[in-house]
Nanobody, 122 residues
Framework: VQLVESGGGLVQAGGSLRLSCAVS????????IAWFRQAPGKEREPISC????????QYADSVKGRFTITSDNAKKMVYLQMNNLKPEDTAVYYC????????????????WGQGTQVTVSS
C-alpha cells in the first residue's frame, strides 16, 4: 500500500487548509486511514481516522470541532479539512493505512506517506 499526501502549506492563524491523501495498492473496501502529525521535538500524534467500509470517524480532542476527515472511496482519496487553524497545529502531517481488522487512533498502522508540512503563523 502506498500513500501520498498533498495540500500542506503556510497559513495564518484562523485560516483553513485541506490535506489530501492518495491511496493505492489496496481495494479500499475495508481499510482504515488515519492522519497523524508530528511537531518539532514532539512525539507523533494521531489526530483522526476513517473507515472506508462504513465511514466511521474518530478525532483527537485537540482537533475535534475544527478538523473533518472524509473519504472518496471511488477515487481512493482521504481528505482532512482543517479550519480555524492555530499556531500549535504546525507540524508535518502524515496519512497512514491499516486493514479493517482493527480500528481507532491508537492501533498500529502499517503503511505511511512521506508527510506534508503545515505551518500556521500567528
Amino acid at each position: 500500500v502506498q500513500l501520498v499526501e498533498s495540500g500542506g502549506g503556510l497559513v495564518q492563524a484562523g485560516g483553513s487548509l485541506r490535506l489530501s491523501c492518495a491511496v493505492s495498492g489496496t481495494s479500499f473496501d475495508d481499510d482504515v486511514i488515519a492522519w497523524f502529525r508530528q511537531a518539532p521535538g514532539k512525539e507523533r500524534e494521531p489526530i483522526s481516522c476513517i473507515s472506508s467500509e462504513d465511514g466511521s470517524t474518530q478525532y483527537a480532542d485537540s482537533v475535534k470541532g475544527r478538523f473533518t476527515i472524509t473519504s472518496d472511496n471511488a477515487k481512493k482519496m482521504v481528505y482532512l479539512q482543517m479550519n480555524n487553524l492555530k499556531p500549535e497545529d504546525t507540524a508535518v502531517y502524515y496519512c497512514a493505512w491499516r486493514d479493517g481488522n482493527s480500528w481507532g487512533l491508537n492501533v498500529q498502522y502499517d503503511a505511511w506517506g512521506q508527510g506534508t508540512q503545515v505551518t500556521v503563523s500567528s
